[in-house]
């Protein structure tokens, strides 16, 4: 038993309800995440990623368990940040600073001129010096995107969760964010939890992959000792990019 | 110069409207085209134009216009402000408890139905003829457009919006202040201008039918003129609530709509 989990998910099941229909999306699903690890989680359209992501954020009621640093979590808060596939995920009303700043503020940074500090600390990380003063709808996607995880940084939560937050990118800006997120993965301590349906994806930033299949039944968990710039031409690409394939293509039957 | 046209295309055009009808106007009224009644049908814009001054200098029973635009506006302005202090304060509680939602959802959706000057006459056997009357009719006009506008933003905010606004630790009042309405503001602006434009026409309205002596405004006075068949000052009159209308619209509405939304990139 590994005594630094930071995240411990016991038995969660998750149904929904539509016109007395039940629909069973997660069943029984059990998994621990070690601090400071890249979880990338793998998986068909439709089985229940994002559902699983946003019960850990506490965004939705499940019967089971979800501990956070052994403390059990059932409402929202900043010790898990989701970053979400919607670019739309800023508050419109505040600039690109006054988003991370206001955050700061609702979270105990009381000091004006200390949320300006690590606002500004987190905006150079993510490349954004000059767009402080920028409000949301003048930026474009990945800029959008870029904020949300300087945001999430800046909130020093224990774990950040991503849905698929690349996915409705350009495949150069995808690429450049990858990079980043990775820069920033291993030069900070952050646990993070990255849901995507791209395989090429989740082996260039996952030290740990896991393919949910039908009903958030966990299908593959292994590690990915991939070193790392991942590209194709990398030493078990080609393996590894097939048994993840395979078993998804199984899943998706 | 074309393209001098093609830009100021609305203005012009607006302005060449104005320009022929006035003209209309004028041809009509000095040619006594209407007949003998001509002049107290369309009196001249030369005589508008000096009962126009008259109002202000001289006005009616010894007070300037200036006066009676004062307390109409002081009326608006103060039932304005409780109207939409309550709308804010009833539609947040709304967000903060469901039961108090489907009670306070239900009383807009009737009271919202209701005309403010038909519910006079019952607030004038209950209180007499006062000018907390006009004021109450006021609130009425405003207070349930005002308060429908937000309860349906409230609803129309995205999802993500408010998980964002959890996600930071943010509940209850917090959230309410700090993320239901900024992310409602175009609905609220839309309230503000509709409960505003329905204030504005029940209180002329109100002032009309039950002028009140201790507190006479712009209604009064143009039925003073009509009654005594100033008719040239009745017009002048309706100038000046045009362009009060006018002067709301665009140099208060417009500015917050521009300094919020249009900023924001919420509207386009
Ligand atoms: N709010 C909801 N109400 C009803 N069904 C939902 C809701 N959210 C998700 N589902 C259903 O749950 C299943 C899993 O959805 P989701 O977690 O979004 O899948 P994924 O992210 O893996 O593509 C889908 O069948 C979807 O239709
Ligand atoms: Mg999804």
Redesign the interface.
């Known amino acids: 038993m590994k005594d630094n989990l930071v995240l411990r998910v016991n038995n969660l099941s998750k149904e929904f309800t539509n016109n007395n229909e039940t629909n069973e999306v997660i069943k029984d699903l059990s998994l621990s995440v070690e601090e400071n690890t890249f979880t990338c989680i793998l998986g068909p359209s439709g089985c229940g990623k994002t559902t699983l992501l946003r019960c850990i954020?506490?965004?939705e009621d499940y019967a089971g368990e979800i501990f956070v640093d052994d403390v059990l979590c059932k409402?929202?808060?900043?010790d898990?940040?989701?970053v979400?596939q919607?670019f739309?995920?800023?508050?419109?009303?505040k600039t690109v600073i006054g988003n991370i700043k206001?955050?700061l503020k609702?979270?105990g940074v009381t000091d004006a001129s200390e949320q300006e500090k690590i606002a500004k600390e987190m905006l150079e990380k993510t490349h954004l010096s000059g767009f402080e003063d920028y409000?949301?709808?003048?930026l474009s996607g990945g800029m959008k995107q870029r904020v949300a995880i300087a945001k999430a940084l800046a909130?020093k939560p224990r774990i950040i969760l991503m849905d698929e937050p690349f996915a409705a990118l350009d495949a150069m800006t995808r690429t450049e964010l990858q990079n980043e997120v990775l820069k920033i993965f291993e030069e900070n301590n952050i646990t993070f939890i990255f849901i995507t349906h791209n395989i090429q994806e989740a082996i260039m930033l996952g030290d740990r992959i896991i393919v949910l299949g039908l009903g958030g039944e966990v299908l593959i968990d292994e590690e990915n000792h991939i070193q790392k710039p991942v590209t194709p031409a990398s030493n078990g690409y080609g393996d590894l990019w097939k048994k993840l394939h395979d078993s998804l293509y199984l899943a998706k039957r | 110069m074309n393209s001098f046209m093609k830009k100021h295309k609305p203005l012009i055009t607006k302005l060449i409207f104005i320009v022929v009808f006035l003209s209309i106007w004028e041809y009509v009224s000095i040619g006594n085209k209407l007949g003998p009644k001509t002049e107290i049908i369309l009196p001249s814009l030369g005589a508008i134009g000096k009962a126009f001054v008259k109002n202000f200098v001289q006005g009616y029973a010894g007070q300037s216009l200036w006066i009676y635009i004062g307390n109409s506006m002081w009326i608006l302005l103060v039932g304005l402000f409780i109207g939409i202090l309550l709308a804010f304060v009833f539609s947040g509680l709304s967000i903060i408890n469901e039961t108090f939602r489907y009670i306070y959802d239900f009383m807009v959706s009737i009271f919202d139905l209701l005309p403010g000057i038909a519910l006079l006459p019952v607030v004038i056997i209950i209180f007499g003829i006062r000018v907390e009357v006009i004021i109450f009719l006021v609130v009425h006009s405003v207070l349930w457009p005002m308060s429908r506008n937000i309860l349906d933003g409230f609803s129309s905010i995205?999802r993500?919006?408010i998980?964002?606004g959890?996600?930071?630790?943010?509940r209850g009042l917090?959230l309410v202040l700090?993320?239901y309405l900024?992310?409602a503001?175009t609905h609220i602006i839309s309230g503000l201008k509709s409960g505003w434009a329905r204030a504005w026409r029940g209180l002329i309205s109100a002032e009309m039918i039950f002028g009140i002596a201790s507190s006479p405004g712009l209604g009064l006075y143009i039925n003073q003129m009509r009654t005594n068949l100033n008719n040239a000052e009745m017009y002048a009159t309706l100038l000046v609530i045009i362009i009060v209308g006018a002067f709301v619209q665009y140099g208060i509405l417009q500015p917050i709509e521009n300094h919020?939304i249009r900023?924001?990139?919420?509207v386009r």
Do not use: C, V
């Open positions: 954020a506490g965004f409402e929202p808060g900043i898990r940040i989701m979400f919607d739309n995920q800023l508050f419109p009303w206001f955050a609702k979270n409000y949301p709808h003048q909130l | 995205p993500i919006f998980e964002a959890k996600n930071i630790n943010l917090d700090s993320i900024p992310a503001a919020t900023k924001w990139g919420m």
